[in-house]
């Protein structure tokens, strides 16, 4: 017997899996969120959730908005449940579900004025995001970039923006004009200095409008950097078929997480904020250390996984794990080139923090997919890999292992497995990369010519060379074998 979540049933549901004992309807709204997916909801949900079982701060509660035509059919499922999101943690040894309830209502979809609406209300305290490492418009440069169609179609229609840039511009233009403080822009996407890349993003459009408005955004309203950690794979009908045998409750969009989770807050909240330092946030002065160091080892492990594991036809993260090449691979590029280039991080020993990626990676509960992380390189190799690789040539380093994960990344992009298995399109630019790939299968130093990624990368003899090197080789010898020699020595 399954047992439909909705507020109404929480009392039936099984008393292995905790639900909100906290009143729900003594909530009000204090944060309004952009991009209500899984990872907000396996992480700045779950924080608020604990918050609020401590008795403490129920005037944060969030409202979601959404932009993106996706968003409508999470709305459609969250709302069907009154709000409510089980969430079920898993370690390699068991899984624990609760539900939970932080979350009040959502507003429509693109619903430009609806959502000026609300970011005007003085209630509304946080505007937060989850929008994708992708979703920010900057060029290659990691600038702001005002000349991308959207951003124009922003800066024609001031009172009507589409972006969620333009719209958290128009709710601080209302609030300006009204006299209310401003509210604090809180980013929780993973990318390096999260906060300032917003803060451009969100004063580029508004300069659009009014460059002394933009100007005033850029000094007066707070962008808090923030690193946020916690692997969160896609929902499908694995994940719902197996809440419902392993604990009895239908969800219509559950979220499926491994059991850690961190995050990091420089603490610049001048309109208030939830007292999140007392379930396991960290306040910092500066979070840039824990960016680094999570963007490089954890990111940058994953692709490091990932694009041998697509060529080789493996499915599964922790089966790209169980492979002795690739976790080979893995540990050596990490301990050699990697862990090298990261500075120190207070109150963290990187080996410790290495090896919880390591077991985090391995967990066979999360089925967390080599597609996913495969996902999107375009956007994700600049910040995750060029910036280590610039560092160690910098630093007179060996790059030997990061020039090959360049080289398995533009063998992925040719857009077949080793076997001959069709790549469905896995990227954005994806129509753009294969072509450069298969320039690349004769010409190598075709594929460093994408300024985007590799920006003065490009004109490095060393890398350069190290590129071409192994990706002639991985297309002479195949994955496995130039794996073998890489960890010999001998690449």
């Known amino acids: 017997m399954t047992i439909r979540l909705s507020a109404e049933t929480l009392g039936t549901i099984s008393a292995t899996v905790p639900v909100p004992g906290y009143d729900r309807k003594g909530l009000s709204a204090g944060i309004l969120h952009f991009g209500v997916g899984n990872f907000h909801r396996a992480h700045q949900a779950v924080y608020l959730d604990a918050l609020f079982a401590t008795g403490q701060d129920h005037d944060w509660a969030i409202l979601g908005a959404g932009v993106m035509p996706g968003d409508a059919a999470m709305k459609a499922a969250l709302e069907s449940q009154d709000w409510l999101t089980t969430v079920v943690d898993q370690s390699a040894e068991r899984s624990e579900a609760r539900v939970t309830g932080p979350m009040i209502g959502m507003l429509p979809v693109a619903d430009s004025a609806a959502i000026i609406e609300k970011l005007a209300d003085p209630a509304i305290r946080i505007v937060s995001l989850t929008v994708t490492e992708g979703g920010y418009f900057v060029d290659a440069s990691g600038q702001f970039d005002p000349s991308q169609r959207a951003i124009i179609d922003d800066g024609k229609t001031p009172h009507a923006p589409k972006t969620v840039f333009g719209l958290i511009a128009a709710g601080l233009r209302r609030r300006k004009v009204e006299g209310t403080p401003a509210f604090t822009v809180m980013s929780c996407d993973n990318i390096p200095h999260n906060g300032v890349v917003a803060r451009d993003a969100v004063s580029g459009v508004a300069r659009l409008w009014d460059k002394e408005f933009g100007d005033w955004i850029a000094a007066e309203v707070a962008f808090p950097n923030g690193m946020v950690d916690r692997i969160t794979p896609a929902t499908g009908e694995r994940e719902r078929e197996s809440l419902k045998r392993d604990f009895g409750i239908e969800d219509a969009w559950p979220v499926f997480c491994e059991d850690f989770r961190q995050w990091v807050l420089e603490d610049n909240f001048p309109a208030g904020r939830p007292a999140l330092e007392t379930v396991g946030v960290q306040f910092v002065p500066d979070v840039t250390p824990f960016e680094i160091m999570k963007i490089r080892i954890l990111n940058g492990g994953h692709a490091v996984i990932a694009y041998p594991a697509g ?60 597609r996913r992380l495969c996902l999107d390189g375009s956007n994700r190799q600049p910040k995750f890999i060029v910036t280590t690789i610039a560092d160690r040539l910098k630093a007179g380093g060996d790059v030997t292992g990061l020039a090959l994960e360049s080289a398995l990344w533009c063998r992925y992009c040719y857009g077949e497995t080793e076997t001959g298995k069709i790549i469905e399109p896995n990227d954005p630019n994806w129509d753009n990369l294969v072509p450069i790939a298969r320039h690349a299968k004769e010409q190598p130093h075709f594929w460093l010519e994408q300024e985007a990624v590799y920006g003065d990368l490009a004109s490095n003899e060393t890398f350069r060379t190290s590129f071409a090197h192994a990706l002639n080789s991985l297309w002479a010898d195949g994955v496995e074998a130039v794996l073998r020699r890489y960890l010999s020595g001998e690449l």
């Open 311 to 370: 060529l080789l036809d493996i499915h599964f993260v922790h089966e790209a794990m169980e492979h002795p090449l690739i976790s080979a691979f893995l540990e050596k590029i990490e301990r050699e080139e990697i862990i090298p280039v990261v500075p120190p991080v207070p109150g963290t020993d990187l080996d410790w923090y290495f090896g919880e990626i390591k077991r985090r990676f391995a967990n066979p509960k999360i089925g967390d997919t080599v």
